[in-house]
């Protein structure tokens, strides 16, 4: 969605005029500013209305966190048994 809005507002600009444009989105305050709405939304949306969303974005955040975290490890193993099952071992 917000991509979406992003691309609507460039539309009409043209290429010379999109840097000035997309500069100042770049600077450390925006994106604090950004942050700071996003929270500030979530808080009135879920948190204000005493919703059981954020307990549900928890637990599969975290379990997206965890599975991420072990993939690495995973993969190595997986490519360790290939690597064996190729060699005979």
Known sequence: MALRNFYNQIRGLKVKELP????P???VNYVK????????SYHAKYIETDSVEPLLHVCFG?????????L???RRHLEHQQHAKEHGH
């Open 20 to 23: 000035n444009y997309v500069k």
């Open 25 to 27: 989105m770049l600077s």
């Open 33 to 40: 500013r950004t942050i700071q709405r996003g929270l500030d």
């Open 62 to 70: 975290g379990m997206i966190f965890s599975y991420l975290v072990a």
């Open 72 to 74: 690495p490890e995973e």
